[in-house]
């Protein structure tokens, strides 16, 4: 018997994904977790029923939601993680010398134990001594934060619905411009490109309402809904797009080669095509 797994996106399209073995199944207070091998995928983590985390390209989310806002401040210090209980976000954010502290806030528990035993090459850097680990609802953390307490704060949260739907409000983003320090930037997953133009509009919307600044980019990822996904950059101030810290990325890439990022595709990333230019436009 063959065992599949299939994602709906939308009520027009499925994408499957043939299973070796389903490693772990279970139910937090949040949502059902899942972790399934793949023949085609690697090992992939679901969240009621939807591709989080998938080994074979899990590396492009996490160096794009991680070094684009890094590489695009003069000099992060201070980092909160909204999300990102797998862990992918803090280990590239820990290949950063200047980055002296990652606060992490991830509402579910179980995620965060899950991916230390079924991922551990995600997870083993939320052990780090620059990471301070907070179990707990992140609109809260955020709403309760001093201002002006962060350099970057990166949303690496679920879609938005069910658990993650709180974290793609105007009043959200307006907390989080309230935290960052002069400089200071924010990045959040904001969907497929391809998704529902008015769903697009709306996370676009809504960023805006905190950063009259934002700056959408995309990649391919292949795991993901229609195989392409897209990151919003918000900023408090007009930003050079094109003048990133490429002697910044030259440094970490003796140390810490990365899969995808290069100075090219860095200095390229926001050049968008017209099609998604106008579906992601506010």
């Given at each position: 018997m063959q065992l599949w797994f299939y994602e709906a996106?939308?009520?027009?399209?499925?994408?499957?994904f043939k299973a070796r073995d389903v490693l772990f199944r279970g139910?937090?207070?949040?949502?059902r977790i899942?972790?399934?091998?793949?023949?085609?995928?690697g090992?992939?983590?679901?969240?009621?029923g939807l591709v989080m985390v998938s080994t074979s390209d899990e590396f492009i989310y996490h160096e794009l939601i991680a070094h684009v806002p890094s590489l695009h401040h003069p000099k992060p210090e201070n980092v909160l993680v909204v999300g990102g209980g797998d862990g992918?976000?803090?280990?590239?954010?820990?290949?950063?010398?200047?980055?002296?502290?990652?606060?992490?806030?991830?509402?579910?528990?179980?995620?965060?134990?899950v991916c230390e035993k079924y991922f551990p090459e995600l997870a083993s850097g939320l052990r780090d001594p620059r990471v301070r680990l907070e179990i707990g609802d992140g609109v809260a953390f955020v709403r309760e934060s001093v201002s002006a307490s962060f350099d970057l704060v990166i949303v690496d949260s679920t879609d938005p619905s069910g658990p993650g739907e709180a974290l793609f409000t105007g009043d959200f983003y307006k907390n989080v411009a309230r935290l960052l320090?002069?400089?200071?930037?924010?990045?959040?997953?904001?969907?497929?490109?391809?998704?529902?133009?008015?769903?697009?509009?709306?996370?676009?919307r809504n960023v805006r309402a905190g950063?009259?600044?934002?700056?959408?980019?995309?990649?391919?990822?292949?795991?993901?809904?229609?195989?392409?996904?897209?990151?919003?950059?918000?900023?408090?101030?007009?930003?050079?797009?094109?003048?990133p810290d490429v002697k910044r990325l030259a440094a970490l890439q003796q140390n810490y080669p990365l899969r995808y990022l290069n100075e090219d595709v860095l200095r390229g990333l926001f050049s968008l095509p017209n099609c998604f230019r106008q579906r992601m436009s506010v």
């Open positions: 996106y939308g009520d027009e399209l499925l994408a499957g139910q937090s207070d949040f949502q899942d972790v399934i091998e793949t023949y085609g995928a090992r992939m983590l679901l969240l009621d992918g976000t803090v280990r590239e954010l820990l290949k950063h010398p200047d980055i002296k502290q990652i606060s992490l806030c991830e509402i579910d528990g179980l995620v965060v134990e320090r002069p400089g200071g930037l924010m990045v959040c997953q904001s969907d497929s490109p391809w998704q529902d133009t008015a769903v697009l509009k709306r996370i676009q950063f009259p600044f934002s700056h959408p980019y995309i990649a391919s990822i292949p795991s993901y809904p229609h195989g392409l996904w897209s990151w919003t950059l918000g900023a408090l101030h007009p930003l050079d797009l094109c003048a």
